[in-house]
Antibody
Framework: EVQLVETGGGLVQPGKSLKLTCATS????????MHWVRQSPEKRLEWIAR??????????DYVESVKGRFTISRDDSKSGVYLQMNSLKEEDTATYYC????????WGQGTLVTVSS | DIVMTQAPLSVSVTPGESASISCRSS???????????VYWYLQKPGKSPQLLIY???NLASGVPDRFSGSGSETDFTLKISRVEAEDVGIYYC?????????FGAGTKLELK
């Protein structure tokens, strides 16, 4: 059974940092492209980051609104993907999902990040 | 960025009837290899999104054949035949042709 479990969300003040973790199992993680997608309180979906596999040099890409603030990384030995979020803004408030595969085939249950003073 | 525009924003359907959701992209989603990179996802109430249709017309694993996808280079349709109670939720189209990948605003399907 495929599982993706996100952790690390919570309430954080603007300007602060947070690191999300996605633990996975049940599929070949080492060859999967991994993504973070967030959903606003208004239910809009926004792709924010992707990391490719080793054969693609772990290449990363980001949506413009998080470039320079967010960093996606992965640890194939732990089948985990991470999202380091710095300089958080109120508009980053959302449920954050990790997804696996070029088609976003598998999704986690999401973790809620609330940025508020 | 490629803009994905869905219509309608909500639809109410009698169980057993069919429903169609439209999606339009601001740019052709046809790759030079002949694949059209539009995808459909369903988010059931309280759940995460799930993949329904990939590459415009291919059913994802486990998806009932009541669902079908079609379209051209910029105009796409998701059709649900014989709507059932389990089909309730928000349907999103998305383009995975270019970064940033982008999604439509979603179409909420409810039962009459």
């Amino acid at each position: 059974e495929v599982q993706l479990v996100e952790t690390g969300g919570g309430l954080v003040q603007p300007g602060k940092s947070l690191k999300l973790t996605c633990a996975t199992s049940g599929f070949t993680f080492s060859t999967a492209w991994m993504h973070w997608v967030r959903q606003s309180p208004e239910k809009r979906l926004e792709w924010i980051a992707r990391i490719k596999d080793r054969s693609n040099n772990f290449a990363t890409d980001y949506v413009e609104s998080v470039k320079g603030r967010f960093t996606i990384s992965r640890d194939d030995s732990k089948s985990g993907v991470y999202l380091q979020m710095n300089s958080l803004k109120e508009e980053d408030t959302a449920t954050y999902y990790c997804t696996a595969g070029a088609r976003f085939t598998y999704w986690g249950q999401g973790t809620l990040v609330t940025v508020s003073s | 960025d490629i803009v994905m525009t869905q219509a309608p924003l909500s639809v109410s359907v009698t169980p057993g009837e069919s429903a169609s959701i439209s999606c339009r992209s601001s740019k052709s989603l046809l790759h030079s290899n002949g694949v059209t990179h539009v995808y459909w996802y369903l988010q059931k109430p309280g759940k995460s999104p799930q993949l329904l249709i990939y590459r415009m017309s291919n059913l994802a694993s486990g998806v009932p054949d009541r669902f079908s996808g079609s379209g051209s280079e910029t105009d796409f349709t998701l059709k649900i035949s014989r709507v059932e109670a389990e089909d309730v939720g928000i349907y999103y189209c998305g383009q995975l042709l270019e970064n940033p990948n982008t999604f439509g605003a979603g179409t909420k399907l409810e039962l009459k």
